[in-house]
């Protein structure tokens, strides 16, 4: 940190301690730091405190410790504003403070001014909040080297600033912001060690500090970092039992935020799930059998109270199960649910929510069980009758619990499924309540059930069902309920899959789709997408026998969908399937077919100019890296054990649409 002009060439007092602390900032930039001090008073927007030093001997200032007191607090606490708005100017204004106590401590030689530890933990907690910590960590290790080479009490590092930098890693998205958490902690731990087994209370790590730790293993959202923080977890227990430090011992976040750990590990990757809830339910049983410990076997009855696990907990667990997408993970969440009630009916501080509720229906949604929907009906009607029973004051149902039923029914094969949904969908919009208006998602997903059902003229009805939908959406003006891409393309998709119908039939959804593509072009509401150009072009496949028709009905759709630069997997996979070989030479423009010098049945996207594909919006770009980066990680593994037999022979694909979102057949 770069010193202020106005410090005086000849202080009053010799220079103490903490003046090497502001000269060590001058002469060694922090890594990363611009060497030109961002504080300077020409780029702060903060008056100098002074012009010179006769200035300052003349102007009043406050004298008594409590005056002084207050233009401390008043300092810091316009930094922590500056600091909670995640301000850039947030750590320049820290560093100007330090300065502008540092100078009154040298006109005045009053040692009440004199820059404490505290004026530096903010300036570290700026650095944590703006995403720098190892910014916040190089001014700790100055802190260190300058307690041990003065030997100055005020600025030598106590637990709240390691906390802080060890915090800062903790949020930052760094890959490597868990180890460096965890390396601060032990660090902390070795040091406040005493050669008699005692702990230096000024710089022991407290349970705030063991927390941040596990915040940081949780964050990063994988099985080997859940582990890591059930192993630390499993220390800190230890810690609590057999250790020296009375500061450690794990509190009910230190259990909550390792059970989310487990609940988030391997989310949106292959991996299994029933795994990692068992774990979270395993760290809730845990978390009761240790506070039973405590409350009988050390008699700390307020630490055991602490200890007991709230509806967050709970619901943390239920939602473990939810991820899971086991078949049994309703009938897990709804013991779950059962055991929150009887602790709400014997006076505990567990009392289900409506989150409760809610997740426990999205658990059957996911599970796959053939009765998920109807289990998951069966909850909202518990809600409901607790709502007029006023069982549950804080259980209302919502929007969102109605659209995890009508989630649920289209992963259903419950026959009449599609009019059960069409009929909540309705009630929705007929109870007056707003709680429960229905938005895009609600008519999406009954549109979805539609789509997936096996009833006659299913096209139709989801065409309907899209019309009302605008004209609710135009009357009312209600934003949530405006119909987006993703609408138009389920009703697409009933179009698609009315290939097994009569003639008849086909005809009629034929002509909703070409209907509703024109709509979408002449629309103010939404645009084709590359999902809907490969829906239409999938509507011709399995509804328009094959012949010149059909070629030309595709081939110009495909034309028009490379010119808009929206050509992606679905649209070339269902415009090979539409046209025969000879047709598709002609559109890949025949020179383009022959530079690449490989038969039609090997082309790829890749293979096409990057014209046609230019405007595609790929769905959740992080999720398909993660998985990619998975599956290479495997192959990998296997050619290392000698196990590798080549790429899997892929399946012949099947006329089957198992999800409006990605519009794919599996």
């Keep these: 940190m770069a010193a202020s002009s106005s410090l005086p060439t000849q202080p009053v007092h010799p220079h103490p301690p903490t003046t090497t602390i502001l000269r060590a900032f001058e002469t060694t930039p922090l890594e990363n730091e611009d060497p030109n001090p961002m504080h300077t008073r020409e ?7 002074s012009e010179n030093n006769e200035k300052d001997n003349h102007q009043p200032r406050p004298r008594t410790k409590a005056q002084i007191k207050k233009l401390k607090f008043m300092i810091m606490s316009e930094v922590e504003e500056l600091i909670q708005q995640k301000n850039v100017t947030a750590i320049a204004r820290a560093k100007d403070n330090i300065d502008h106590l540092q100078n009154l401590y040298h006109a005045h030689g009053n040692a009440d001014y ?8 903010l300036v570290i907690r700026a650095y944590g909040k703006l995403g720098t910590p190892e910014q916040a960590e190089g001014i700790l290790r100055k802190l260190e080297n300058i307690y041990t080479d003065t030997g100055d009490e005020d600025v030598r590092p106590t637990v709240i600033t390691y ?3 060890i915090d800062a890693y903790a949020k930052s998205t760094r890959k490597d912001s868990a180890e460096k958490a965890e390396a601060l902690l032990f660090a902390m731990m070795e040091e406040a060690e005493n050669e008699d087994g005692s702990f230096d209370e000024r710089i022991a790590p407290t349970s705030i500090t063991c927390d941040a730790v596990l915040n940081a293993w949780a964050k990063k959202g994988t099985t080997a970092s859940a582990a890591r923080a059930e192993q630390i977890l499993e220390r800190i227990e230890y810690l609590r039992t057999n250790g020296n430090n009375i500061h450690i011992q794990p509190t009910a976040y230190s259990f909550a935020t390792v059970i989310s750990a487990w609940a988030k590990a391997g989310f949106g990757s292959d991996e299994t799930g029933k ?3 068992e774990r979270a339910q395993f760290i809730l049983n845990r978390m009761n059998v240790f506070r039973r410990q405590i409350e009988f076997r050390e008699k700390d009855s307020e630490y055991a109270q602490e200890l007991e696990p709230d509806t967050v907990v709970y ?8 991820r899971s997408k086991d078949p049994i993970a309703g009938t897990k969440a709804e013991e779950l649910l059962f055991e929150m009630e009887e602790m709400k009916r014997l006076g505990g501080n567990v009392t289900p929510d409506t989150i409760t509720y809610n997740t426990v229906i999205n ?3 996911n599970s796959g069980h053939m009765n998920g929907a109807k289990n998951a009906e069966k909850i909202l009607v518990r809600m409901e009758k607790a709502v007029k029973s006023d069982e549950h004051a804080n259980v209302v149902p919502n929007t969102r619990t109605y659209n995890q039923v009508l989630k649920a029914y289209s992963k259903s094969s419950l026959p009449g499924r599609a009019q059960r949904a069409d009929m909540i969908l309705m009630h929705m919009l007929q109870s007056g309540s707003k709680s429960i208006q229905p938005d895009v998602i609600s008519f999406t997903t009954c549109l979805d059930v539609w789509a997936k059902s096996k009833e006659p003229g299913k096209a139709e009805k989801a065409y309907t069902l899209l019309q009302k939908m605008i004209q609710f959406h135009k009357s009312t003006g209600i934003e949530k309920m405006k119909p987006n891409e993703v609408t138009y393309n389920t009703v697409l998709n009933a179009c698609a899959f009315s290939a097994f119908t009569s003639d008849k039939e086909k005809k009629k959804a034929l002509s909703i789709a070409v209907t509703l593509f024109n709509e979408m072009q002449n629309s103010d509401l939404v645009t084709p997408d590359a999902i809907t150009y490969g829906m239409l072009i999938k509507c011709i496949a399995n509804l328009v026998p094959k012949g010149s028709i059909r070629n030309k009905m595709a081939s110009e759709l495909f034309i028009k969908c ?15 399937r539409a046209v025969p070989g000879n047709a598709m030479t002609k559109l890949l423009c025949g020179t383009l077919h022959q530079k690449r010098k490989k038969p039609l049945s090997e082309w790829e996207l890749r293979d096409l100019p990057r014209a046609w594909k230019a405007n595609v919006m790929e769905a959740n770009p992080k999720r398909k890296r993660r ?11 296997k050619k290392e054990k000698g196990t590798f037999d080549g790429d899997p022979i892929k399946p012949m694909r099947r006329i089957v649409e198992t999800s409006w979102q990605s519009g794919r057949d599996v």
């Design 562 to 576: 490379r010119d808009d630069g929206l050509v992606n997997g679905l649209v070339f996979d269902e415009i090979r």
């Design 275 to 277: 795994d990692n809830a």
């Design 114 to 121: 004199k820059p404490k530890i505290i004026n530096y933990n």
């Design 627 to 637: 998985k990619k980066e998975a599956a290479g990680k495997k192959v990998v593994a």
């Design 315 to 322: 619901n943390s667990v239920i939602d473990a199960w939810a």
């Design 43 to 49: 780029s702060s927007s903060m008056p100098p405190p």
């Design 363 to 365: 658990c059957h949604a």
């Design 163 to 165: 906390t802080e930098v």
